[in-house]
């Protein structure tokens, strides 16, 4: 359609990542595949019947959301761009969203992971996640002048956002990139490239990191995930009580709502100050309960006959006076 086309290149006027416009597109070209009328009919009703279309598919919340947010922004571009007389239909609704914990890994789980992780190239990938809490697509688009050794530290350019920020390197981090370099031979300057296939040399794909943890997951019968080893980086942060803006910088969020998720993980610092106030809780409950027994009365009289004969010292001293 000519009007996908002229919003594709509404989009890279925007500056938009060539991955988002994929995305965008494909889930437009999907939406009006299936409506089946020119978009200015489109109404909410249609929208609700859409809904209903991508749940019955087994598509999660999260999905329908980004679908509709898709579809949102397309019918902003017809009304203000294109000029088309229409309300958008995307408008007001609204789908509540489930919030489940981050996901990490367990030191143990992190030793098991790598130790299955014999790959030079793969083991600098995954321990540059682990350690600098980068996403999978900053990851593939690094160059090999991004890394600063001296300085330890990495500059990510158009991270999501189109943001540009610098995360640091780990000692061990920077062992495993100075390892995998020294046995790479290809001028090429990204940094990590595909070492086997016709695309050999070439810039390692999004999707080929993915299934490289794929397998290396599998392997070790874990959970692990690329996304995973950015939460268990967040997570680990936070138990060594790093501040929460600095872990916001070195993820690179906008907004500090989404890093403080992490809090309700596994905030170690939270966990032992429960656990140290509750044991003064618990002592004052107890003391209140404990019934009074004999050596409890003897010390109470004593206390009594002691106070009595402070009592008549002082009438003493106040007469001879």
Not at 7 to 29: D, G, H, Q
Not at 55 to 78: C, N
Not at 99 to 122: G, N
Not at 183 to 196: D, E, G, N, P
């Amino acid at each position: 359609m000519e009007i996908i086309e002229r919003y594709r290149r509404s989009l890279r006027r925007r500056n938009c990542s060539a991955y988002t416009i994929k995305n965008y597109v494909n889930r437009i070209e999907h939406f009006t595949s299936w409506m089946r009328v020119p978009l200015k009919d489109v109404t909410r009703a249609g929208i609700g019947a859409y809904i209903d279309h991508l749940r019955k598919t087994g598509r999660t919340p999260t999905t329908i959301v980004s679908h509709l947010h898709t579809i949102h922004l397309l019918f902003d571009y017809l009304i203000e761009e294109e000029m088309i007389p229409m309300e958008n239909p995307v408008r007001r609704i609204r789908i509540r969203l489930p919030k489940p914990l981050p996901r990490y890994l367990k030191d143990d789980e992190v030793e098991r992971l790598f130790s299955v992780i014999t790959d030079l190239r793969d083991r600098a990938i995954f321990t540059l996640m682990l350690r600098s809490g980068l996403r999978v697509e900053e990851v593939a688009h690094l160059t090999c002048d991004a890394v600063e050794y001296r300085k330890r530290q990495i500059f990510v350019a158009n991270g999501k956002g189109a943001k540009d920020r610098v995360v640091y390197l780990s000692d061990d981090a920077r062992v495993a990139l100075e390892a995998y370099m020294a046995q790479r031979t290809s001028k090429t300057k990204a940094l990590f490239l595909v070492q086997k296939g016709p695309l050999t040399g070439t810039r390692i794909s999004v999707r080929g990191i993915q299934k490289r943890i794929e397998y290396y997951s599998h392997k070790a019968g874990l959970p692990a995930s690329c996304h995973r080893l950015r939460h268990t980086f967040a997570t680990q942060l936070l138990n060594a009580d790093a501040d929460l803006a600095s872990i916001q910088d070195l993820l690179g969020h906008e907004h500090i709502t989404t890093t403080q998720r992490y809090c309700r993980v596994a905030n170690t610092k939270v966990r032992h100050d429960y656990h140290k106030a509750m044991e003064l809780v618990l002592q004052k409950t107890q003391d209140k309960e404990r019934p009074v027994g004999r050596r409890d009365i003897h010390l109470a009289e004593e206390h009594d006959a002691t106070e009595r004969r402070r009592g008549w010292r002082v009438v003493q001293r106040t007469t001879r006076n």
